[in-house]
């Protein structure tokens, strides 16, 4: 089995930053891509960001340019930079990631999510 444990959400006001980490432990081969996704009460969960093996990334129109995807291959962990954040990024932040294991076997895993809240 895969654990992924995030860390990292809170209360932030308009305009500050935070900054996310996931970490994926247990029956891993390999990690391939890593991702964080979204969801606001009432909605569906959205793609944020993803960043591949190969460290080519892919985010959301909203999210260029204020947030950045990264990753430390070694330590199996991604990373979600969040600058200039706005009321509409209250969330719960989930991090996911595609793993092989010594079978291997592909699977998804999913973190149990982190709550952002930006408000004055």
């Known amino acids: 089995q895969v654990q992924l444990v995030e860390s990292g959400g809170g209360l932030v006001q308009p305009g500050g930053s935070l900054r996310l980490s996931c970490a994926a432990s247990g029956s891993i081969f390999r990690v391939y891509v890593m991702g964080w996704y979204r969801q606001a009460p009432g909605k569906d969960r959205d793609l944020v960001a993803t960043?591949?093996?190969?460290?080519?990334?892919k985010y959301a129109g909203s999210m260029k340019g204020r947030f950045t995807i990264s990753r430390d291959t070694v330590k199996n962990t991604v990373y979600l930079q969040m600058n200039g954040l706005k009321h509409e990024d209250t969330a719960v932040y989930y991090c996911?990631?595609?793993?092989?294991?010594?079978?291997?076997?592909?699977?998804?895993?999913w973190g149990q999510g982190t709550q952002v809240t930006v408000s004055s």
């Open positions: 960043i591949a093996s190969d460290y080519s990334t």
């Open positions: 996911n990631a595609l793993v092989r294991n010594y079978r291997g076997d592909f699977s998804t895993y």
